[in-house]
């Protein structure tokens, strides 16, 4: 991914209060490799959430309202 691009989603959950690490290599990483295509503009960037952000680690269940909170702010990044 052009390092723009990671320092704009970088900067971007920074700014929205969430604890952001960059270029830190989580698995499955591999799978990007067979969605970009940088030489002729495809970029492909793994973005991975902490369930503690939307779900009860300890019963399983989803907050919806945190879900939807999170769904949200992903699509605001989208346009950056």
Known sequence: CHPRIT??????????????????????????????????????????????LYMDEETGLTRPNDLRRLKNLCSELIPH
């Open 7 to 52: 320092q704009t989603a970088y900067h971007f959950f920074i700014a929205r209060g969430l604890k952001t690490v960059a270029n830190h290599q989580f698995s499955g990483g591999n799978l990007l490799a067979l969605t970009r295509d940088p030489s002729n503009g495809f970029h492909s960037l793994q973005i991975e959430l902490s369930k503690r």
